[in-house]
């Protein structure tokens, strides 16, 4: 019987089949811009980070199309990787820009060469319909810097947010307005 693959064998054949992983410190260090709120009520609906298992509901849930959730970059946590988990489509045959190797359906992330071997990967929040392909990709292989958030200055603060209603992780909770964001790389703001 065929034995299912773990996630590090399924791992090793998407690096294989890819060519090269290179995984290294990062170079350069980049501002996350995350735009805050004041709220009427003095709650905002935010995303634990650490708690979001990628499930995908947040691009379908939100009241509002495109969604109200996001994909964020924290580029003091990322590996400027040549090959990014969160980019590129598993199984890729090649590591370039094209549009047929890349994961995000809308192509809201785009790489920028840095210096060798380091790209850097910035989102696009407009084409962004929250979806969290990427961020379940840097995920599982990369390490994470990639992830959701409500962007405050978008969402309409419902009175009963239906994302955190069909969040299977409750990773969505209702919090004072001054503690909007859980940064990956920074203190709370
Ligand atoms: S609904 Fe919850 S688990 Fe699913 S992507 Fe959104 S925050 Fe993450
Ligand atoms: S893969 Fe999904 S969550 Fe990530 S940038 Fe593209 S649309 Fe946004
Ligand atoms: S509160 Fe409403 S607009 Fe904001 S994320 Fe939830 S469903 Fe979307």
Redesign the pocket.
């Known amino acids: 019987m065929k034995e299912e693959k773990n996630k590090y064998e399924s791992r090793r054949d998407f690096v294989k089949k890819a060519g090269k992983i290179i995984v290294a410190a990062p170079v350069i260090a980049l501002p996350l811009v995350l735009s805050r709120k004041t709220s009427a009520k003095g709650y905002v609906?935010q995303i634990d980070p650490f708690k979001c298992t990628t499930c995908g509901n947040c691009k379908t849930s939100?009241?509002?199309t495109p969604?109200?959730?996001k994909c964020v970059h924290a580029y003091a946590l990322c590996g400027y990787c040549d090959l990014c988990g969160g980019y590129l489509k598993e199984g890729a045959k090649t590591i370039s820009t094209g549009a047929e190797v890349q994961m995000c359906p809308t192509g809201a992330i785009t790489r920028k060469f840095v210096e060798e071997p380091f790209f850097e990967y910035t989102i696009d929040e407009d084409l962004c319909d929250g979806c969290a392909k990427c961020v379940k990709g840097c995920k599982d292989f990369g390490n994470g810097s990639l992830y959701m958030q409500?962007k405050q200055d978008l969402?309409?603060?419902?009175n009963d947010?239906?994302?955190?209603r069909n969040c299977p992780s409750k990773a969505v909770s209702r919090v004072p307005a001054d503690f909007q964001y859980i940064q990956k790389d920074k203190e709370p703001v």
């Open positions: 609906w939100c009241v509002l969604s109200a959730s409500i969402c309409v603060n419902c947010c239906s994302i955190a």
